[in-house]
């Protein structure tokens, strides 16, 4: 099955500090998206940004996308311990418009 | 609003024995997704519905899986028979349109094993 990649594949970090995850993929894009996961909550939307942007915000996270490297990246300022899950980002293909998950980023904010 | 509901959320049974699975998508979502996660895994699509129409089902494996939506509104995806390699959650999901520009929502998922 088709996968784009992430990396890190885990992150540990102290409450407070800034995480950053970065994800990679293969083919031009119509847009990117990003998902968290918790136990909790299930998979919810983030954020998505599309080809023709470079940066978007949304409170604490900060999403920026390369085209021409092909990789995205998000970013979370001043952590919280509620932030601890996986994220995942959906590339959205312009050749076929399938969405394809990366493996995903686990994250654990340590108090 | 209420959002993406599934049953059952846990499932186990033994192989080679049949097993369904219901969504009820969010209220005047034309789109219905159902997914497949492994541990440690993102989703895969295993079909894409827009209404009653079955747009995407390039991943499902057709030979086990069967999957509908009546009157476009709720969906049930069906395995028959059953393999040890099915365990996994299944996720559904739904969309208001019908374009992955916009942003899905997802339900908590059925976690099969299968034993």
């Known amino acids: 099955s088709q996968q784009g990649e992430e990396d890190p594949q885990a992150l540990s970090i102290q409450e407070g500090e800034n995480a950053t995850m970065n994800c990679s993929y293969k083919t031009s894009i119509n847009n990117l998206q990003w998902y968290r996961q918790n136990s909790g909550r299930g998979l919810v939307h983030l954020i998505l940004i599309r080809s023709n942007e470079r940066e978007k915000h949304s409170g604490r996270l900060r999403v920026t996308l390369d085209t021409s490297k092909k990789s995205s990246s998000l970013l979370i300022t001043a952590s919280r311990a509620a932030d601890t899950a996986s994220y995942f980002c959906a590339a959205l293909m312009d050749s076929n418009y399938q969405l394809i998950w990366g493996a995903g980023t686990k994250l654990i904010i340590k108090p | 609003e209420a959002g993406v509901v599934q049953s059952p959320r846990y499932k186990i049974i033994e192989k080679k024995q049949p097993v369904a699975f219901w969504c009820n998508p969010i209220?005047?979502?034309?789109?219905l997704y159902w997914y497949r996660q492994n541990l440690g895994q993102g989703p895969e699509l295993l079909i894409r519905?827009?209404?009653?129409?079955?747009?995407?089902d390039s991943q499902l494996p057709k030979d086990r899986f069967s999957a509908e939506r009546l009157k476009g509104v709720d969906s049930t995806l069906k395995i028959q028979p059953a393999e040890l390699g099915d365990s996994a959650v299944y996720l559904c999901a739904s969309s208001p349109g019908t374009a992955y520009e916009e942003t899905q929502y997802f339900g908590p998922g059925t976690r099969l094993l299968v034993l």
């Open positions: 519905y827009e209404n009653e129409e079955a747009v995407d």
């Open positions: 209220s005047g979502h034309n789109t």
